[in-house]
């Protein structure tokens, strides 16, 4: 690519200076030589130093930044695509040449899961129902999960169970299940509560 660069842009300085050689002799040389006015040598002087430059240095390109949005939908828009494409700029010597292109994007995000194993220890606040003392505190484990909804296991001070919570926020929900008191495991009774969680 640098190299078609390199001959489009002598393309350039021949048809800029063409006009120099096609210009009459100047009469009166000595030896038979051909000259050439003086403006015109400063034409062709000027024009083998851009040449030069070319030769010496490799050109440069800036472009204006290219922005990657991806909305919560998982949807990936980028700024610089059609029909609103990016601006660039290729600078080789003392040539600029500005150009617009759209850029081919490759973006890799991932995707959280919503169900499946989920160790999460929480801190549960319960009333049991049908107790004449019905308000029990403890730890509760959570294995599973679906979306906001959750599997878990309870222990508190006066009983434990088996619990459905639903995430109002990330660290804090509402719990309700069955609880077997401890004084009489056979009688099992209706729980309802709050939970925090640790992570």
Not at 24 to 41: A, E, M, W
Not at 46 to 51: D, V
Not at 92 to 109: A, N
């Amino acid at each position: 690519m640098i190299h078609l660069a390199r001959v489009a842009i002598l393309l350039m300085v021949l048809l800029w200076t063409g006009p120099v050689f096609a210009v009459d002799p100047v009469p009166g040389c000595p030896g038979g030589h051909k000259c050439i006015p003086l403006d015109t040598f400063e034409r062709v002087k000027a024009a083998l130093g851009k040449l030069k430059k070319i030769e010496t240095t490799q050109p440069t390109f800036t472009t204006e930044p290219v922005y990657i949005v991806v909305d919560r939908q998982g949807r990936i828009f980028s700024s610089g695509a059609d029909p609103d494409p990016a601006l660039g700029e290729m600078t080789w010597g003392d040539f600029v040449v500005k150009f617009k292109w759209t850029p081919k994007l490759t973006v890799s995000h991932v995707v959280e899961a919503n169900w499946g194993y989920r160790p999460r220890i929480k801190t549960q606040v319960w009333a049991n129902v049908l107790d004449a003392d019905p308000l029990d505190v403890g730890l509760a484990f959570e294995p599973l999960y679906v979306s906001w909804a959750n599997l878990q296991v309870f222990a508190g001070t006066k009983s434990f169970g088996l619990a459905l919570g639903g995430d109002v926020t990330k660290n804090f929900g509402l719990v309700g299940g069955v609880a077997l008191p401890y004084k009489a495991p056979t009688n099992p009774t209706p729980m309802a509560g709050l939970f925090f969680s640790f992570n």
